[in-house]
């Protein structure tokens, strides 16, 4: 079999195994966990599923509401905030800054920032606007993430 990506835009609450069972009227067969932690998922063409909470959590992300746009949902600034995992700054040289950017998927962003006198340099000031540059491409990334769930990729 061939191996494919995937992203679309669902609705999800979330609800336990048990509860997904009782929901849809089943009994739980008897080697499955009812405590086990999940989403209660529901897809734009109205299947409804259920999802175990580590595998739903690693597949999508949460996106803010927003009755303005057609879509009802954007990227907000918290959303780009906490989509870093962690990041390093260092000082190049004498007037340059540079920081590496790990995202929460494992990517990886870089930049830099150079003052022109070396009298002038402050790390915090070159990790502040390096921080920015990175924020505005994550926050590109993950639009472009939220453009192809709700279109497709036609």
Known sequence: MK????????????MTRGDYNTFRGWTIPENENPEDEGYLVEYPDGYISWSPKQI???????????KDLPSGVSIGPDMVDD??????????????????CVL????VI????????PANYSEKMGEEICLNKIKDKIWELLGFLLQTAWHGIL
Not at 3 to 13: M, N, R
Not at 56 to 66: G, P, S, T
Not at 104 to 107: A, I, L, Q
């Open 3 to 14: 191996k494919y990506i995937g992203c679309k835009l669902l609705e999800a609450k979330p």
């Open 56 to 66: 739903f959590e690693k597949a999508y992300l949460q996106v803010d509401d927003n």
């Open 83 to 100: 989509f870093i995992a962690y990041y390093e700054t260092h000082t190049m040289g004498d007037s340059t800054t540079v920081v590496r």
């Open 104 to 107: 929460r998927n494992g990517f």
């Open 110 to 117: 870089v930049e830099s920032s150079s003052c022109v006198d």
